[in-house]
């Protein structure tokens, strides 16, 4: 059975798919986490963060709190600084954020407000992808009751604080989601991630401190301000502080989005949550966190779904939306899917991306079509080495080589059949 | 170099209020050169060379400069569309539910291929990355709506809808 635990971030979330608006939002103590926060010190609160444990849900995990620390303060600071959430969501498989920004705007405005107050940001963006319009709509009419409310413009609720929050609609491409990307694309230029250092914290957008920050790590912060760090700590099993917003999709009987302690068993969410596999098919891999995650097998479904668990296990907990592999289902076409989109989405600053991910596409299209031959195979494995980090100017083409690397592994044998048989067996 | 005369003729006035505003939020005015092709695309569908021209003189910017960066970005067009913009998703979970199927359909019933335009120009058929619904797969777009679980039958009546 599924264990009654607290739901933070989704508790809010209407049946009917209507967003919480700001009279809803505060008569369910929407607003007093910020209340609390504009008490406290700006440090206090980044301190309070870093107690929490709270780690980034964009995928990479790193520490919110000790993030934010490396931001310049006092009064010899740089000004505008900047708080930018990234609500970019393109993880092909994830679609978490999206659920928490239409059937809750205000919780991540709360959010922002408190994170732009503890780095003493003048001025925060909303980056979102352009095709969430519904999310666009929605956030405007959030950003206009809480402008209206005073929760954001100038004096802050009489704090002496102020802060415009302004929405940004993005025009496409996967890799705005990558920070330094992100901030060049809201600069209006192309987006190509920056070299680093210098880390945005300290010299990001226009050159100004930057915290750039996924959405569902800022809807935590409403929750950790009002009830503090031991409550958040207490909510995970295994420690690592918090809950997660976990998704299942692909052939399973009830795909679906959980909110669930960080650390439930993966098992639990496959089989308890999305209801196991759907008749007539068998469960074969599943990459944990997203498009560019390593796949997970039978031997991993006891692994707690938290950052260190998943790592141990040879993957990453990603973003915590799942996509399940099945045996109807041809884990090389899977891949070819796959590395068809990083091919088509690397932004072509660097060789090896950009040139290895065309080739890696290629001969995986040729497997599929009964073309390849036993060098091809070689050639892929190469791939990953290739494309490995530190060989390439950002994160994007060795997350790419995360399901390649996994699939040779754990499905090499299919690889095999489909140069020995000079054909796709699924087709 | 557009003289300002042409530029106010190219962009409405709606279309450079819209510009201005979004302007006003950034330190440097050409920050806000995808905001304002987005803008123009919402008024007219996509973004012509003249559109293009206008919007680089009213933010200061070479027209090269800013048409490098238009075709950087997936979702600004630089060619005409139909009445009608059907995005149809496909990434890895909407290809596992049967975007193939899917695909096939829409292209039997529109007569055109994956990026094509349908003679009547009522139909723009495009493809898209993950919609974030993979939970409700196979998704598509039409017009900015989002439509999940497709399967034939429902296509059809999507379809029907848009004349
Ligand atoms: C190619 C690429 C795409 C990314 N896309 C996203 C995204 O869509 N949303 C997101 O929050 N983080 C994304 N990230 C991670 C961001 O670079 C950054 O780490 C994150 O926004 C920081 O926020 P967090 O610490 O709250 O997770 C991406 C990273 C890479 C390398
Ligand atoms: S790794 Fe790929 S996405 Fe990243 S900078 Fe290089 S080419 Fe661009
Ligand atoms: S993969 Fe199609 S909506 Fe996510």
Redesign the pocket.
């Known amino acids: 059975m599924a264990t009654i635990t607290e739901r933070p971030l989704t508790s809010r979330l209407r049946q009917d798919r209507e967003p919480v608006l700001a009279e809803e939002y505060e008569r369910a103590g929407g607003y007093q986490g910020l209340r609390a926060a504009l008490r406290m010190a700006p440090n206090e609160v980044t301190d309070l963060v870093k107690r929490s444990h709270l780690?980034?849900?964009?995928?990479?995990?790193?520490p919110?709190g000790m993030?934010w620390s490396f931001v310049p303060m006092g009064k010899d600071a740089p000004h505008p600084k900047y708080l930018v959430a990234?609500?970019?969501?393109?993880?092909p498989g994830?679609f978490k954020?999206r659920a928490l920004m239409e059937g809750d705007p205000h919780q991540l405005i709360e959010g922002m407000a408190i994170a732009a107050y503890a780095i003493e940001a003048d001025i925060a963006f909303i980056f979102l992808?352009g095709e969430y319009q519904l999310s666009a709509r929605r956030l405007t009419q959030a950003l206009a009751e809480a402008y209206e409310r005073h929760y954001l413009g100038r004096n802050i609720l009489g704090s002496g604080y102020s802060l415009e929050m302004y929405l940004h609609i993005s025009a496409g491409r996967?890799?705005?989601?990558?920070?330094?990307?992100?901030l060049n694309a809201l600069e209006g230029k192309r987006a190509h991630?920056r070299a680093k250092p210098p880390f945005p914290q300290v010299s990001g957008l226009f050159g100004k401190p930057t915290i750039?920050?996924?959405?569902?790590?800022?809807c935590n912060l409403p929750h950790i301000v009002s009830k503090g760090a031991e409550w958040f700590l207490g909510l995970s099993p295994t420690g690592e502080g918090g809950t997660k917003l976990f998704g299942v999709s692909g052939k399973v009987k009830k795909p679906g989005l959980w909110e669930l302690p960080l650390g439930a068993p993966l098992r639990e969410l496959l089989e308890e949550h999305a209801g196991g596999m759907r008749d007539g098919t068998r469960f074969r891999g599943v990459l944990p966190g997203g498009a560019?995650t390593d796949f997970l097998v039978d031997e991993h479904l006891d692994t707690p779904m938290d950052y260190a668990h998943v790592a141990k296990a040879g993957s990453r907990l990603g973003?915590g939306t799942m996509v399940v592999l099945d045996d109807q289902t041809c884990p090389v076409g899977m891949v070819w899917n796959l590395e068809h989109f990083f091919a088509q989405?690397s932004c072509g600053w660097c060789t090896p991306c950009w040139s290895g991910l065309g080739w890696t596409e290629k001969i995986l299209l040729a497997m599929e079509e009964g073309t390849a031959v036993q060098h091809d195979l070689e050639i892929l494995k190469f791939q990953p080495k290739f494309m490995a980090p530190g060989n390439t100017f950002?994160?994007?083409a060795p997350?790419a080589m995360e399901p390649l690397q996994s699939a040779l592994k754990y499905f090499g044998d299919d690889f095999q059949r489909h140069i020995k048989e000079k054909r796709c067996p699924w087709r | 170099m557009l003289s300002p005369e042409v530029v106010t003729e190219l962009l409405s006035v709606e279309e450079r209020e819209e510009i201005e505003a979004e302007a006003a939020h950034y330190p440097v005015r050409r920050a806000v050169c995808i905001d304002a092709m987005l803008i123009v695309q919402r008024h007219r569908g996509w973004v012509s060379d003249e559109s293009l021209g206008a919007i680089a003189e009213l933010l200061g910017m070479s027209t090269a400069d800013l048409d490098g960066i238009a075709t950087f970005y997936n979702l600004i067009r630089r060619r005409p569309v139909g009445r009608h913009v059907a995005m149809l998703c496909d990434s890895v979970s909407c290809w596992i539910m049967g975007y193939n199927r899917v695909r096939d359909h829409l292209c039997k019933q529109l007569g055109v291929p994956m990026g094509g335009t349908t003679a009547d120009n009522r139909f723009t058929l495009l493809p898209i990355v993950c919609l974030g619904a993979c939970d409700r797969a196979p998704a598509m777009m039409i017009d900015g709506e989002l439509y999940t679980d497709l399967d034939e039958q429902r296509i059809n009546t999507l379809l029907e809808r848009c004349e």
């Open positions: 780690c980034g849900r964009g995928g990479a995990g790193f919110t993030k990234n609500a970019d969501e393109m993880e994830t954020d992808r996967y890799i705005c989601g990558e920070e330094t990307a992100l991630p750039v920050q996924n959405v569902e790590t800022l560019s973003t989405e950002c994160a994007f997350g």
